[in-house]
């Protein structure tokens, strides 16, 4: 059965902080814009303050339907759900302010050396709402590990004093796909971008690597299942013969 509150629990909150991905969703005010549904998912990026106020680190995109949103009327749902061990999903409903780079704000929430690559502004949520329902019908995934190319490309972007990437944001965050003001300060403060990672990262899996690792997860998952079957088989003639024989005594 759902619940509902008017705070995070602080159960929620610690499993909450151990999920790998979480997703907003907003829409503008007018009933014809687009609503945004955003998946985020970069380790560390997520924080919460106390049971009633979160926030997180928003990365640079090709848009920024999120901030355009929060901007116009502040309304904002977060969506957590478990895809291993027991079902869960968690939504904390909200007013969200955006607090872009180069902003006070965004300094005291992100000082210099603890920003993602490519970081652009930090969410903050005052959670006025919390529901938690089944999940039953989500299935199981199983975590592989993170994507490096977020990462590398905030960090090409941000070589030169990040000139690449207040670029792409005048060029592709300013508005949203129904007109709404976007990032205002990010594309043009005179702050330099100074990320804690500084290096392209390597090693981390790709695609291809995934594919690889499935496959060899599936392999492993048929020898466990050919193997409990051929026990189950071995155990079941036991049992057979077992009592064949106790039958045959009870006759003679």
Known sequence: MG???TYIPEDLIDWAEKQKAFWVATAPLDGEGHVNVSPKGVEGTFHVVDKNRVWYEDLTGSGAETVSH????GRITILFQAFD???RILRLFGRGTVHEFGTPEYELLLPPGKRQPGSRAAIVVDVHRVGTSCGWGVPFYQYVGPRDTLTNFGVKMEKNEGAALKKYWNDTN???VDGLPSLQTAPTTD???DAA???VKGGLPTYRSTQTISAQKGAQHSVV???LAFTAGILAT???VRFSTVAREMVV
């Open 3 to 5: 619940k509902t509150y």
């Open 70 to 73: 929060l901007r116009e009327n």
């Open 85 to 87: 061990g027991g079902p």
């Open 174 to 176: 300013v508005r949203s």
């Open 191 to 193: 702050v330099v971008p």
């Open 197 to 199: 990672v500084k290096e």
């Open 225 to 227: 299942h050919l193997l």
């Open 238 to 240: 036991i049992v057979f």
